[in-house]
C-alpha cells in the first residue's frame, strides 16, 4: 500500500489565533504519543500570511489516517476550533511513483 500525504493549511480568524494555535500544539503531541501508522506530522507557520498555519503528515495507509480522524483528541480538536477558522484547505495526495 501507497502511504497517504496530507497538507492541511488553516487561516485562523485573529480574535482567535492564540486559541486555536495552543489546540494545534495540543494536536501534534496527542498525534505524536497515541497514533499509529504516523512516519510525519509537522506543523509549518506561514511566512507570507498571517493567522496561517499547515499540517504536512505522511500516514502509513489509508486506515491509519482514518483512525487519526475517529480518534478522541482529534474529535476534540475540532470541537474546540468550531466557528474560530477563516478557512481549511485539506488535501489528500498519494505520491506517484515515477
Do not use: R
Not at 489565533?17 to 505524536?32: D, G, I, Q
Not at 497515541?34 to 502509513?60: A, M, P, R
Amino acid at each position: 500500500m501507497k502511504n497517504i500525504i496530507v497538507v492541511a493549511k488553516i487561516k485562523i480568524k485573529p480574535e482567535f489565533e492564540e486559541v486555536v494555535f495552543n489546540e494545534l500544539v495540543k494536536l501534534y503531541k496527542k498525534t505524536h504519543e497515541n497514533d499509529k501508522g504516523c512516519i510525519q506530522y509537522d506543523l509549518h507557520k506561514c511566512l507570507e500570511e498571517s493567522n496561517s498555519y499547515t499540517f504536512v503528515e505522511t500516514w502509513e495507509t489509508k486506515e491509519y489516517l482514518t483512525e487519526h480522524e475517529n480518534k478522541s483528541h482529534f474529535q476534540e480538536f475540532l470541537a474546540n476550533i468550531e466557528n474560530k477558522l477563516e478557512s481549511v484547505q485539506i488535501n489528500k495526495l498519494e505520491k506517484l511513483s515515477i
